[in-house]
């Protein structure tokens, strides 16, 4: 995400080259994924940088209630953000919020709609939306299994779910999201200190699963990068 100097969100495909550019200076190889999320903005102008060709964006591919309003992902803007991800050669990571968002992405990869690998993240625990709930996300893991058998998968959790939901997923065999997009505490009553905190703390559980920990370079390969 970027923001205007009033701290408000924005797709300024402007202000996500100057990030990619002190990315790549300051952190060489990392995987750069920009949001095409709606809290920037309607319509297309949410994907005004794919033309940058970021390795990932995130892609909405439904609707769904969040907090205080509706998360609008209106089909033809769906399909739109999609064909420029694959006009740019950007691999969705597709940010699933209910179970027909999991289904519709495996069909619209399957079309051919989707560049790249089929990569779902489920994310558990906004408010209004899908709830961190146990059988809920291994019956995410059995749908993806069953029916998308080479994709790749991941899990987030919000708020003091981060942590649960990182469990669930690195036991299962997922991949896993932390940081403090999601989640500013450590504990209920310690704010993270910084991202690598957060980053630590799922490390951490990656050790005692026997889950090593990628390196971006082997990450790129999991993910089956086409372009660096």
């Not at 990030?19 to 319509?43: D, F, V």
């Not at 940088?49 to 907090?67: E, Q």
Request: hydrophobic share 40%; proline share 6%.
């Amino acid at each position: 995400h970027v923001r205007n100097d009033d701290q408000t969100p924005t797709a300024d495909p402007e202000k996500f080259a100057r990030l990619m550019e002190g990315l790549k200076t300051h952190c060489p190889g990392m995987i750069i994924q920009l949001s095409t999320g709606g809290r920037t903005g309607a319509g297309k102008t949410r994907g005004g940088m794919l033309a940058l060709r970021p390795d990932m964006a995130s892609l909405s591919v439904g609707s769904n209630n969040f907090p205080t309003r509706v998360y609008e992902n209106p089909p033809d803007l769906v399909d739109w953000l999609a064909a420029e991800m694959r006009k740019h050669e950007v691999t969705p990571e597709v940010e699933a919020f209910d179970l027909s968002h999991i289904l519709q992405a495996i069909r619209m990869h399957g079309e051919g709609a989707l560049f790249g690998r089929l990569y779902v993240q489920f994310v558990m625990g906004v408010k209004n939306a899908m709830p961190a709930d146990r059988d809920v996300f291994d019956f995410y893991v059995r749908m993806m299994r069953e029916r998308a058998p080479e994709a790749e998968w991941c899990a987030a959790g919000i708020g003091a779910n981060q942590i649960v939901v990182n469990e669930w997923a690195i036991a299962a065999g997922g991949h896993t999201r932390t940081g403090l997009e999601d989640n500013v505490r450590l504990d209920r009553d310690t704010l993270a200190p910084s991202n690598a905190a957060l980053v630590q703390r799922a490390a951490a559980l990656c050790e005692t699963y026997e889950r090593p920990v990628a390196s971006p370079a082997q990450a790129r390969e999991i993910l089956g990068f086409a372009h660096t």
